[in-house]
Structures are given as C-alpha cells and as structure tokens.
C-alpha cells in the first residue's frame, strides 16, 4: 500500500471569530508542506459571532464560535466566568462529524479551538464522547477559565501531542499556552517568536507529523 494511500486524517478547528474556510487558507502553508502525508478536514463552528464582539475578525460573514461565556454572546479567554453558553451545541457538531466523516487519526485545534481540543482530550480519555482519536496538536492553546469546564482539567492526558505558541502573543499569555502543555505526558513543545498566529514553517510540524505518519504506515 502507498503512503499516499494512508496519509494522516486530521480535523482542524479554527480559533473564536473565524470559520472553516478562513481556517482552510491560514493553514495553507501546512497544507501544502504536507499533502503527502496528512488530509485536513476543517470543521465550521455552529455559533455566529455577533458584531459586537469588538474582535479582529478577518470577515464578519465567516465570525463562528465554539462556546460564549457571557450573557450577550461574547468570548474572552482571559476572563473567568460562570457561563459556557453553546458548548453543548459544539460537542454534538464534534459528534456528528465523527459518525459522518471519520474516522480521524488526529485533531488539531488553533486558540479557541485548542481549548476546546484540550477539553476533547480530557473528554476521551473518560470515555465522555462517541470519538476516537490518537493524537492532537494545539496552537495557541489555552485552559479554559469558564467553571463549568474545571471538571475536565484532572490528571495527564497520555495521547501523543504537540504544543505550538508564540513567545510574544498578546491573545493568549504565554504561561497559559504552557500551563495547558504541562497537562500532556507525551509532548513535543515547539515555540516560535511571533504573537497569536499560526506558524507556516514546516520545521515547527514536521517531527511530530513525520512520528504519528509512521505510526500509522508501519504495518503497512
């Protein structure tokens, strides 16, 4: 069987205020540098982000989230809150995906979407979902500060991950990014000194997707 016949199925969750399509162009570069190896399929969140958000958002038409934590629709990452309003939602669109496009070998999530990636994590490993999958990669990740989610936050998750942030992003503080990838027994960290964005250099991504591409051709 042919490496091009087995590469790497990989769901990719966009970050707050974006949307698949914005999701598919910003990861073009890594598209590109991998498309012997890896086939992203990009999931939509289900919530519109309302103009109000006061957010840098690339185009108001394609403004999507995973989940609120006020009142009035409106997510920040670094305030604590009470509220995960359209989680729920967010965990049947992860759900549904599964059943109707898997299986996926991995998820790879980019700011709000890596939080939730994380939450993933911690939700497969106690047997919370009907999903499966083997490795995760988090970008600009951090740990939810809404109080609902403290529930998932216990123990190491043991899957295969790789933790990528910038060392000046002012989105995401970088001891977040690092405190979630404490969380991870089996990591690969990698840096880069730019601030709340996804790196195109293949360097960042190649060791862990040239591991988890092997892993999955080695019986082949």
């Known amino acids: 069987m042919s490496n091009l016949t087995n590469k790497l199925r990989i769901l990719a969750i966009h970050g707050y205020a974006q949307s698949d399509d914005i999701f598919k162009t910003k ?6 540098g991998f498309k012997r190896e890896i086939d992203f399929i990009f999931l939509k969140a289900p919530h519109k982000v309302p ?10 038409e394609e403004a999507y989230g995973w989940w609120f934590n006020t009142k009035d629709h409106i997510f920040k990452a670094i305030v604590p809150s009470n509220s995960v309003i359209g989680f729920e939602d967010s965990i049947t669109v992860i759900e549904k995906v599964f059943q109707e496009s898997g299986p996926f070998d991995g998820i790879l999530g980019f700011s709000q979407g890596a939080a939730f990636v994380v939450i993933l994590c911690f939700m497969q490993q106690k047997n919370l979902l009907q999903i499966k999958f083997d490795f995760a990669i988090i970008i600009s990740g951090f740990k939810s500060l809404c109080a609902p989610h403290a529930i998932y936050y216990d123990g190491k998750i043991d899957i295969p991950s790789l933790h990528i942030y910038g060392k000046t ?21 990698m840096t880069h000194e730019g601030g709340h964005y996804i790196p195109s250099k293949k360097e960042y991504y190649k060791e862990f997707i040239m591991k988890m591409f092997l892993n999955k051709n080695k019986n082949n």
Not at 27 to 32: A, Q, V, Y
Not at 175 to 186: G, L
């Open 51 to 60: 103009m109000k958000s006061n957010f840098d958002i690339d185009d108001v």
């Open 169 to 189: 992003d002012k989105v995401i503080p970088t001891e977040m990014a690092e405190e979630i990838a404490e969380m991870f027994i089996n990591k690969i960290k």
């Open 27 to 32: 990861l073009g570069s890594l598209r590109k």
